[in-house]
């Protein structure tokens, strides 16, 4: 048994640090596995090599006599016994210490009160277009792409900005009029004056893309809101024919794309999610824009505006398809980069979301999580993230933006039948007052663990301009105090701002709020404003040009902010290390724009060990 030992400790793996991160989260899970089969598998063969010695048949000769062989047969068989049940019994030893190692090691220190391990990630709402944000890209021509269709837009000559009907040709407003007729739309007569007289002389860039009018009268923006990307109920997610969604057909000539967007939008059937409708087109989708919601708008638009607004999205698409097929680095690569983007951010979204969390946050106790869509439930719930956590969400999903708050819970650790929601608490103190927080925004539980610790843990995704944070911690605050034995970890998107302004919540003005009330955070007392967990930039392919950056004004028009946090009382928890990451590695590369291909969301995960603080005698 002692040679067995020694041998097992002698093969136990060692590992440097470097290993141990090159091997993931938990290697300790991983040396007491290897520890529990080297020890086995050299116990067993002792006992296999020890019984052959001590084998009655191979210790006597056949020189002795037949009664010294029974007799030393009998005492070594008995001695064979003892030895096999002092093996079996180091087995069993050797299993409990294993299973107790790592036991201990699947949720860290936490299991003897040392600390916990938290994170907090708004994983972002997927985003239908792929061209919408500048993006970490390593192919070259992403950027070649990119700039060249930033300087067609922005400086155009007048070579590239030419009439409407140079892109949009008269043939093309025949065959659309013919279709509309078909629909037995009104006012066809008077949008056809409205192409010849006015829309057809426009030019691309100057009279069409940045006219702000057609913009402010949603012209092309409804539409494009309606038809973009469709969710129907047998069909799975289906896209309009355009270069700002994930459409995977043929769009490498204005011949071929006009083919498909006239299908689409006039022969396509479907029937929607959710409704228990009859089978639709997206044509018969379009609704009229009222004046009474859009000032800017005419009455004579307002009568005619189904045709008009189909109009003008026609020619809004052939627009985009023309500048992209004239600056594409080489004949359909545009069409080729998109479709990466779409499989990496849009389609693969939610796979590498989880991919993330179950590879680099396995050490996690709690996780919060932002704009999390309900489909993610389904993906987390069948995923080995379900078995290792305990997935809380709101009673209630929000179903229109489908954008929802969670909070993960390590299985384990935690008491799932203790479990209470209290955000309906929390939202009620808004009542009567314009507090910017809409369904899905707020989740607000409280849960005890094993060893009897209670806890109060709320995930938040603030508002864009972070208006909403401070009245919400107020809000939660106020819990807090009706429950003094619980402790308050807050995981939130604060959408807080390195230079604040009126409408913008500045980030050091948030920190002196949630001081004043008794917390700390993450990043201290007193974050740094230029510890930024956001950078991205609007390209100028995307409907709100006046958004758009350079590649050159990223980092000064682009969102490069401080934005998220966890929140926690300084009598509770006291920070023993922080990170932030934008790879999906455990790391953050600065100054540089994400999403990238590997990295799907827009903020950078924050991670914090927070180690207990014992109550004074």
């Avoid at 390593?138 to 070649?144: H, M, R, V």
């Amino acid at each position: 048994r002692q040679r067995a030992l020694a041998a097992a400790l002698s093969r136990r793996p060692r590992l440097n640090a470097r290993a141990r991160t090159e091997q993931g989260c938990a290697p300790p899970q991983h040396q007491a596995g290897l520890f529990l089969k080297a020890a086995a598998a050299t116990l067993m063969s002792e006992m296999v090599l020890t019984r052959r010695e001590m084998s009655p048949l191979g210790a006597a000769s056949e020189d002795e006599e037949s009664d010294t062989v029974l007799d030393a047969a009998h005492d070594k068989l008995a001695r064979n016994r003892l030895m096999h049940w002092r093996v079996r019994l180091g087995l069993v030893v050797l299993a409990v210490a294993a299973s107790i190692a790592l036991l201990y090691h699947s949720f860290g220190q936490s299991a003897h009160g040392a600390y916990l391990t938290v994170a907090t990630w708004n994983i972002a709402a997927i985003n239908n277009n792929p061209f919408e944000y500048w993006i970490t890209h390593d192919d070259a021509d992403y950027n070649q792409l990119m700039t060249s269709v930033q300087d067609f837009i922005d400086a155009p000559d007048e070579t590239k900005d030419v009439p409407v009907r140079e892109v949009f040709k008269q043939s093309q407003f025949k065959e659309l009029r013919d279709l509309m007729a078909a629909e037995g739309w009104s006012g066809l007569d008077e949008t056809e004056t409205r192409w010849i007289e006015d829309l057809s002389k426009r030019h691309i860039i100057s009279g069409f893309l940045k006219d702000k009018s057609l913009g402010d009268k949603r012209l092309t923006s409804m539409p494009d809101r309606v038809t973009n990307t469709i969710n129907t109920l047998s069909q799975g997610v289906v896209y309009r024919p355009t270069v700002i969604n994930c459409f995977d057909g043929d769009m490498s000539s204005m011949r071929k794309w006009w083919r498909e967007w006239k299908n689409f939008m006039f022969n396509f059937t479907l029937k929607l999610q959710g409704t228990s409708s009859a089978v639709t087109r997206p044509a018969a989708m379009l609704q009229k824009i009222k004046q009474s919601k859009y000032p800017a708008i005419t009455a004579e638009e307002e009568a005619i505006s189904i045709p008009l607004q189909t109009l003008c999205q026609a020619i809004f698409d052939a627009i985009l398809v023309h500048i992209v097929t004239t600056v594409s680095p080489t004949p359909g690569k545009w069409q080729t980069l998109r479709l990466q983007m779409c499989e990496a951010l849009n389609k693969r979204k939610d796979e590498r979301t989880k991919a993330i969390l179950d590879n680099s946050y396995a050490d996690a106790d709690v996780i919060f999580l932002q704009e999390a869509a309900a489909a993610f439930l389904s993906v987390v719930r069948s995923s080995s993230l379900g078995s290792r956590y305990i997935v809380g969400h709101a009673a209630s999903l929000d179903g229109k933006r489908d954008q929802n708050s969670l909070i993960l819970l390590r299985r384990g650790l935690f008491r799932e039948d203790s479990i209470q929601e209290h955000t309906a608490t929390v939202m009620g103190g808004f009542a009567g007052r314009k507090v910017p927080v809409a369904e899905g925004d707020l989740l607000v539980l409280s849960v005890d663990d094993v060893m009897g610790r209670q806890f109060l843990l709320a995930s938040f995704h603030g508002d864009t301009n972070g208006l909403a944070t401070k009245p919400v911690l107020a809000e939660v605050h106020k819990l807090a105090q009706s429950f003094p034995q619980r402790k308050l970890i807050f995981g939130l998107d604060a959408n807080t701002y390195e230079r604040g302004s009126s409408d913008k919540q500045d980030v050091l003005d948030w920190a002196t709020d949630y001081v004043s009330k008794g917390y700390t955070s993450c990043w201290g007392d007193v974050p740094n404003p230029k510890n930024h967990t956001t950078f991205n930039a609007r390209t100028f392919l995307q409907a709100q040009l006046q958004k758009a950056a350079k590649s050159t004004e990223m980092a000064a028009k682009g969102d490069k902010n401080p934005k998220d946090f966890i929140l926690f009382r300084k009598d509770n928890f006291a920070v023993m290390s922080t990170t932030k990451d934008n790879t999906g590695k455990r790391s953050y590369t600065e100054n540089m724009v994400f999403p990238t291909l590997a990295f799907p969301s827009d903020h950078g995960i924050v991670a914090t060990k927070l180690s207990f603080i014992q109550p004074s005698a």
